[in-house]
Antibody, heavy 119, light 107 residues
Framework: EVQLLESGGGLVQPGGSLRLSCAAS????????MSWVRQAPGKGLEWVST????????YYADSVKGRFTISRDNSKNTLYLQMSSLRAEDTAVYYC????????????WGQGTLVTVSS | DIQMTQSPSSLSASVGDRVTITCRAS??????LAWFQQKPGKAPKSLIY???SLQSGVPSKFSGSGSGTDFTLTISSLQPEDFATYYC?????????FGGGTKVEIK
C-alpha cells in the first residue's frame, strides 16, 4: 500500500523558517517524482514544487521561488521542503503527492501538515 | 501557464442523479489530466488519472473522458458519500495547475 506521511508543520513567525518532511512507503521511492501541493484555508489546491526521481530536475511555483527548497533522501525514502522567509500568505495545509505508473498507477496524497505563519 | 477552468463552480443534485463536471485547459494537454475528490478537513483523494483511467479502488460510478483541452468527470448515480468538492489537475507541463473546484451539494 502506498503511504505518504507528512510532518514538520507548526506555527512560525513571519520571516521565519520551517522544514517539512514526507516519509514514503509502499513503492520504489527513488523512481518517481515527488511534489508538494498546498491549500490555504478555504481555498483551492496550489502546486508548490516538484522534484524528479533522480533529484536532477526541480520546479517551483513563482510564489515560492527563491524562498523554498525541495530535496529528497532516497536512502530514507523521504521528501523535504525547506521553507524560509515565510509570509502570512504561506499559511496552508501542505500535502506531498506523487504520480506512480505500473501496477500501482495513479496519484497518491499524504494527509497533510498545517503551516501557520503569524506573529 | 496553463489555466484550468472548471464548470460549474457548484451544483446541487439529488441522490441517484447523474452528474457531469467539465474542465477546460487553456492549451492542449493531451491526456495529462487527473480528477480529485476532497471532503472538508480531508486530503484530496485521486479518482481518475490520464483523463480516463480509474484509480485502483475507486468505484466504477466515476468515469472520465476527454483529450486535448476539454475533459469531463461523470458520476453515474450520485450517492450521499459523493457530496464533496472535485478538482481537475493538469500535469502536462510546469507549472502544474488545478481547476478552481466544483462543490457538489445536496439538493
Amino acid at each position: 500500500e502506498v503511504q505518504l506521511l507528512e510532518s514538520g508543520g507548526g506555527l512560525v513567525q513571519p520571516g521565519g523558517s520551517l522544514r517539512l518532511s514526507c516519509a514514503a512507503s509502499g513503492f520504489t521511492f527513488s523512481t518517481y517524482g515527488m511534489s508538494w501541493v498546498r491549500q490555504a484555508p478555504g481555498k483551492g489546491l496550489e502546486w508548490v514544487s516538484t522534484l524528479s526521481g533522480s533529484g536532477g530536475g526541480t520546479y517551483y511555483a513563482d510564489s515560492v521561488k527563491g524562498r523554498f527548497t525541495i530535496s529528497r533522501d532516497n536512502s530514507k525514502n523521504t521528501l523535504y521542503l525547506q521553507m524560509s522567509s515565510l509570509r502570512a500568505e504561506d499559511t496552508a495545509v501542505y500535502y506531498c503527492a506523487t504520480r506512480i505508473s505500473g501496477t500501482l498507477a495513479g496519484y497518491y496524497w499524504g494527509q497533510g501538515t498545517l503551516v501557520t505563519v503569524s506573529s | 501557464d496553463i489555466q484550468m477552468t472548471q464548470s460549474p463552480s457548484s451544483l446541487s443534485a439529488s441522490v441517484g442523479d447523474r452528474v457531469t463536471i467539465t474542465c477546460r485547459a487553456s492549451q492542449g494537454i493531451t491526456n495529462y489530466l487527473a480528477w480529485f475528490q476532497q471532503k472538508p478537513g480531508k486530503a484530496p483523494k485521486s479518482l481518475i488519472y490520464a483523463a480516463s483511467s480509474l484509480q485502483s479502488g475507486v468505484p466504477s460510478k466515476f468515469s472520465g473522458s476527454g483529450s486535448g483541452t476539454d475533459f469531463t468527470l461523470t458520476i453515474s448515480s450520485l450517492q450521499p458519500e459523493d457530496f464533496a468538492t472535485y478538482y481537475c489537475h493538469q500535469y502536462n507541463s510546469f507549472p502544474l495547475t488545478f481547476g478552481g473546484g466544483t462543490k457538489v451539494e445536496i439538493k
